[in-house]
């Protein structure tokens, strides 16, 4: 498979390493502008993750200081790649060679209960929000909370979900309990996505999305990109990454200390901490067949028009076997192929799935 088919990446947490000093040109980036070349990258969505244990009052700057850095950098390689905004900006990078930047911001926490954050950061160029992370906050449950305070999602949280709908920002229910993403799908009056999340189906943990909620984000027009962390795609990953109880705790404690500071929380799963993990784990290798499995898993039940890709590279400790970055979503890419699937379907899930969903979200 050729790069005729470029790729579309829901989503990235490079934002990261950028705000901590390094550059879009960095090797040791799993998202890096030579290796989206070789993959034939054509649209990267930039997530500016926000960590829920920032104190209140520090979130919303925290991911303004991060779209700070990450405008700049894409700034200085203005010949190869472009912040975009609407649709037509997507198409205009496509046709020029460049490669299409969308600006994100992973938790609503960063809101810190003001609608008119939300407008600040549209007014900016941020044109997708995944409204919660690892902690529910105030107005949504996060899928990682097992004793939810209410129901999903408060009366505050539809008014984001009506605020979105009508400044054009992509909703992400990525990292969402079960019932806030049905309320969400019950409010909204536009096509969601869930951008980096796997099926519960092959590997039952709380931050994949079960068959039902696939098939209503589906039904909504809406779409799911799979993410290629091993302890979302393989079960028995996942159980063997339960015995590192102690080390979870141990990076879950250095992501307190790091406090407001990119670089600190960026050497959480590059430095020693994740690579102690990725040792511990070196005998339990996923192959990217697995991958596979969860979008056709998807595709099965949800249809071509409803699957996509959604990395989150450089927000995880390990990848499967033989991935080291971007470059593994061309290897998926050819995979696809080999297993004969429709060149329609490559392309759609490639590529034109997304941006369907952002000209009826954004224009």
């Known amino acids: 498979m050729n790069h005729a ?91 020029s060679g460049r490669i299409a930047a969308i ?9 810190e209960g003001d609608l008119k954050n939300l407008e600040r950061f549209h007014a900016r160029g941020v044109r997708l929000l995944t409204l919660v992370h690892s902690r529910s906050n105030r107005w949504i449950i996060s899928c990682g909370d ?16 009506a605020a979105m709908n009508k400044l054009g920002m992509i909703i992400d229910v990525s990292h969402a309990h079960d019932r806030a993403v049905e309320k969400v799908l019950e409010q909204s009056c536009r096509p969601i996505v869930a951008s980096h999340s796997c099926a519960y189906t092959i590997c039952p943990v709380p931050r994949n999305l079960k068959d039902p909620l ?27 990454s339960e015995k590192l109880g102690d080390l979870f705790s141990e990076i879950s404690k250095e992501e307190e200390k790091a406090g407001p500071d990119p670089a600190k929380h960026d050497a959480v799963f590059r430095g020693a901490t994740g690579e102690r993990f990725r040792k511990a784990m070196s005998a339990y290798r996923v192959p990217l067949d697995r991958y596979l499995e969860h979008l056709f898993h998807m595709l099965t039940i949800a249809g071509d028009d409803h699957v996509a890709f959604g990395s989150d590279f450089d927000g995880v400790p390990d990848l499967p076997e033989g991935v080291t970055g971007c470059r593994g979503l061309g290897l998926v890419r050819a995979r696809l192929a080999e297993a004969e699937l429709p060149r329609k379907s490559i392309e759609k899930l490639c590529w034109t799935n997304f941006l369907r969903i952002f000209q009826a979200v954004c224009g």
């Open 5 to 95: 088919i470029p790729i579309c990446d829901l989503h990235c947490d490079t934002a990261m390493g950028l705000a901590a000093g390094k550059t879009l040109d960095d090797p040791g980036l799993q998202v890096n502008l030579p290796a989206m070349r070789e993959a034939g990258i054509g649209l990267q969505v930039f997530a500016c993750y926000v960590p829920p244990v920032l104190p209140e009052g520090r979130k919303f700057d925290f991911a303004s200081k991060m779209l700070d850095a990450l405008e700049k950098e894409i700034g200085a390689h203005g010949a190869e790649i472009t912040v975009c905004r609407c649709t037509q900006d997507i198409l205009d990078a496509r046709s």
């Open 103 to 111: 600006l994100a911001v992973e938790n609503g926490d960063a809101l």
């Open 146 to 161: 097992k004793a939810p305070s209410f129901e999903g999602l408060t009366r505050f949280g539809e008014e984001i979900v």
């Open 214 to 240: 696939i098939k209503r984000i589906a039904a909504g027009g809406g779409l799911v990109g799979v993410n290629i962390y091993p302890g979302f795609l393989d079960a028995g990953y996942t159980k063997a």
